[in-house]
């Protein structure tokens, strides 16, 4: 287990002024670990990252609502999420980690709590893909909410699960552009697939975030505006936007005023901005 590095605490006012009611669909809180503790599985431990500061960037950034995605560091204990989506009056919902084990009224209380979505991580240096079995049996028992299933892979697990995406029967959300790397170039075979399932599904979304991750080039990470663009163009109604605040487990800690830079990169249509920032999360979350 690891320590990772706080997120950037001198966060500058971004250029791009995001319209009323943007929203990041992507970001996390981190304890306070006295208050809320880490899982003992955790692959990681971060350092605290609570509800306060989450709101203090968002006031610099511009942004007013938000997604908070339960990380995997907290395990299957949802109680840090849902607490800040208490707090927040009604400008945050939640992705939650689930176990198979958990009843159908702490499901029922997981969604009367702001709960839109459940998420699986593929991803290998965070213990690679879950028991598939308790995956489908954890999608079967939320099937009756409006949530969906959030999943978060490496690039070349778009290929080799795409059986497993094809049979999930609810909306389904893919992390940070499939974690495709840059350097690779959009006609890498994973991206590829990406984009067309995109075109082909009308059920399939995908968050254009994540740019410090895959970037080849590093800050102000804008050589990943293009793979935003793509999928934007397959999907301009199913494409969502976040930071991943406060960025664990990245190998260049970024200021997020640079995230939200890009999104006139990506994005320099007033009206497709309008669209990926506000009215497609509004929609997918119930804002």
Not at 7 to 26: E, I, L, M, Q, Y
Not at 184 to 197: E, M, N, R, T
Request: proline share 10%.
């Amino acid at each position: 287990m690891h320590t990772i590095d706080p997120p950037d605490p001198n966060t500058r006012v971004p250029s791009f002024k995001p319209p009323p009611g943007a929203c990041d669909t992507h970001c996390h809180v981190f304890g306070p670990g006295d208050v809320f503790p880490f899982a003992a599985t955790r692959k990681y431990t971060p350092p605290d990252a609570p509800k306060e500061n989450l709101r203090k960037l968002h006031a610099v950034l511009g942004i007013e609502r938000a997604v908070i995605v339960q990380a995997s560091c907290h395990g299957t204990d949802n109680r840090a999420m849902l607490d800040a989506i208490a707090s927040s009056s009604g400008r945050y919902r939640g992705v939650c980690n689930a176990s198979d084990e958990f009843s159908s009224d702490y499901f029922q209380e997981l969604h009367d709590g702001g709960i839109r979505g459940v998420r699986f991580n593929f991803v290998k240096h965070l213990g690679g893909a879950p028991d598939l079995d308790k995956m489908r049996r954890i999608i079967e028992r939320v099937s009756d909410f409006p949530w969906h299933v959030e999943l978060h892979f490496d690039a070349k697990d778009l290929l080799e699960f795409e059986s497993v995406i094809d049979a999930i029967p609810l909306p389904v959300v893919i992390d940070h552009m499939g974690r495709v790397p840059v350097a690779d170039g959009v006609q890498q075979a994973p991206f590829q697939s990406l984009l067309d399932k995109l075109r082909d599904s009308d059920s399939l979304w995908v968050k254009v975030s994540g740019s410090e991750r895959i970037s080849a080039k590093g800050p102000p990470f804008t050589d990943a505006a293009p793979f935003g663009a793509a999928c934007i163009e397959a999907a301009p109604d199913r494409c969502i936007w976040g930071t991943d605040w406060p960025h664990p487990n990245v190998r260049i800690m970024p200021n997020d005023a640079d995230l939200v830079d890009i999104i006139p990169k990506m994005i320099p249509d007033p009206d497709l901005q309008q669209k990926v920032l506000v009215d497609n999360p509004a929609k997918l979350f119930g804002f």
